[in-house]
């Protein structure tokens, strides 16, 4: 007699808020310095997760650092992007921008101006952008807003 097996049901949590914002953040600190002032200013909790890594032309594997963090309290999702790699960039045509941050999933209440203004508050932060992705025509832009 064969045993029966009970079903099993998994729900998924699917994101309808579709929101997101690139910023472009020029800072002197390394990556790990960065991530931890961003954790202190916005209350979230990046941590060091597994390099993006491509391939360019000459088949070359380049690896950029990167800090993530899972929805949290502040409902701010956040991902830490560098944008050098030894001598290459990841975005080419921004190569005065050392880091870039992806805000997504935050709820109405909070204003990507309202994040601007923090980041640009904090000490280890030169300068600070809002970076329109449309404006930006660059191939490896998409490893940056793909990953959402």
């Not at 309290?73 to 990841?90: A, F, I, Q, R």
């Amino acid at each position: 007699m064969k045993e029966s097996s009970k079903i099993r049901r998994v729900t998924l949590k699917v994101s309808t808020n579709e929101k997101w914002v690139l910023f472009g953040i020029v800072a002197a600190e390394p990556d790990y310095k960065l991530s931890l002032a961003l954790n202190r200013r916005l209350g979230i909790s990046l941590r060091n997760t597994r390099p993006l890594t491509i391939h360019d032309e000459n088949e070359s594997e380049l690896m950029y650092s990167r800090f993530s963090n899972s929805s949290n309290s502040s409902g701010l999702v956040c991902e830490l992007t560098s944008n050098h790699s030894g001598k290459n960039y990841l975005i080419r045509k921004l190569k005065n921008i050392d880091f870039f941050l992806l805000v997504h999933d935050f709820y109405e209440e909070t204003d990507p101006e309202t994040i601007l203004s923090i980041l640009r508050e904090t000490g280890t932060i030169t300068a600070v952008f809002k970076i329109d992705p449309d404006i930006i025509k660059d191939r490896n832009l998409k490893y940056l807003i793909n990953r959402i």
